[in-house]
């Protein structure tokens, strides 16, 4: 630690004092032979925890044949077939194509300009709570916590955000049950009449489900009613998928759930099953670029392909999306039961194996819990449950889809024991 704290730059703040040093199945191990049970995947890429025997083979098998030949300026096989069983599962459609990239980030910029190119349309529109990568054209679209913007401007012009729905805290002070998705009648009643010419605006880049922003998805109706707004001016849905893709909700594309086809999607984190790799993929009318346009020297690694590939079919042969659903709720079950258990929980909300359990004072205020917070997390640290947060104060599950039963069980068991002792602590004060 001290050397890392000589050499890194330090833009970063760490959750706890771990050295991980190897994985199996969903656990992890330290330096110093401490064992930890995996909620963290490693913020959501490793699909299939560690050691997955067909992954490593399939990148036993690529290294032994060719590490590297940019693909963007020669061809190579592994990049046509991830790209061949993306547009196969991609709620895009078939008649899709796709761009690979190193990262989530790259995967948003190429959306950007995609969307830009395609359309000749200068504005991007996307949501305050959003976290889209940190790269300058992506950094513009995030809008998660000020400390990721201060002092990077000037950002991309031609960008407005509106706000997300986020119906625990909605920013209208609305009640959801009852307001008719009103932030989607917003946009049209603000924005469109007021100061953004909709038929100026190329993309609408959202996630589904907001990551970083605190685990929040949208509500079952929203962007069924966002798209029909949007296709009223022909403004492209761009759906990033980058921490909610490759089976993370019990879909493939955590947007399939929402009953909406998008016109672009970014992917990345489990793609590369735990190398680097991103896509755009996109309806192929979008994505007649001009040669020379936009490439990438590393995008496409043909390891991280075979990599990428091989993590799909496992998730295919181990019916893991189904195993997903059913985990999922079997996890949302037991948190629903907190809510009524425990002072410290204000919400718990997700899809599939990407859950988040907000955490506030007390549960008329929603004041959040931000110190009670990092002592559950540091609580569960020693107990040797690895899990970080999102938002101000929400914790964040995302462990490997292979997890079993038993280990999810055993992680419920110690994050219940920390918001307990934590709860009660509050109590008393
Ligand atoms: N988009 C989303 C939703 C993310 O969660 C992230 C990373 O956390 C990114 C984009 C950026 O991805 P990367 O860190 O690979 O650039």
């Not at 050295?19 to 909620?39: A, H, P, T």
């Not at 032994?64 to 963007?72: D, G, I, W």
């Not at 989607?184 to 993309?203: C, G, H, Q, T």
Request: include cysteine.
């Amino acid at each position: 630690m001290q050397r890392d704290e000589r050499v890194m730059m330090q833009s970063f703040s760490r959750w706890y004092p771990v050295v991980v040093e190897s994985g199996e199945g969903s656990y992890v191990y330290d330096i110093d032979g401490n064992r930890f049970l995996d909620f963290n995947a490693g913020i959501a890429v490793n699909a299939l925890g560690y050691n997955n025997p067909s992954v490593l083979e399939a990148i036993r098998r690529q290294i032994s044949k060719l590490l590297h030949y940019s693909f963007t300026d020669f061809l190579y096989e592994q990049a046509i077939t991830i790209s061949e069983k993306l547009v196969a599962i991609s709620p895009t459609g078939t008649d899709s194509r796709v761009f690979l990239t190193n990262s989530g980030t790259e995967a948003i910029e190429a959306m950007i300009k995609t969307a830009r190119w395609s359309t000749r349309r200068p504005t991007v529109l996307a949501f305050s709570g959003s976290f889209h990568g940190r790269t300058l054209g992506s950094l513009s679209l995030t809008a998660s916590k000020p400390v990721q913007r201060r002092y990077f401007g000037p950002l991309l012009p031609d960008v407005e955000h509106v706000p997300f729905p986020y119906c625990y805290r909605c920013p209208f002070k609305m009640d959801p049950s009852t307001c008719g998705l009103y932030c989607v009648d917003f946009i049209a009643d603000e924005l469109f009449s007021k100061y953004v010419p909709p038929e100026e605006v190329s993309v609408f880049v959202t996630e589904i489900i907001q990551g970083e922003g605190g685990y929040v998805p949208a509500p079952d109706d929203y962007f069924r009613k966002l798209k029909r707004l949007l296709d009223r001016y022909g403004i492209l849905l761009g759906v990033d998928e980058v921490q909610s893709g490759i089976g993370r909700t019990g879909n493939w594309f955590a947007v399939e759930g929402y009953g909406i086809k998008p016109d672009l999607l970014a992917s990345a984190k489990a793609l590369g099953g735990g190398l680097p790799l991103g896509a755009l993929i996109g309806k192929s009318e979008l994505m007649e670029l001009d040669k020379g346009s936009h490439a990438s020297t590393f995008g496409g690694n043909p390891v991280a392909c075979a990599a990428g590939l091989s993590t799909i079919t496992e998730i295919e042969r181990l019916g893991l999306l189904d195993e997903v659903k059913k985990k999922g709720a079997l996890i949302m079950r037991r948190l629903s039961e907190w809510k009524d258990m425990y002072e410290l929980v204000g919400d718990v909300r997700g899809r599939g194996l990407m859950i988040g359990i907000e955490l506030v004072k007390d549960k008329q205020s929603k004041e959040a819990a931000v110190k009670e917070l990092n002592q559950v997390l540091t609580g569960c640290f020693k107990k040797g449950l690895l899990v970080i947060a999102a938002g101000k104060s929400t914790i964040r599950i995302a462990p490997p889809l292979t997890i079993k039963e038993e280990d999810v069980m055993i992680g419920l068991d110690i994050l219940e024991g920390e918001l307990k002792k934590v709860s009660q602590q509050i109590l008393k004060e």
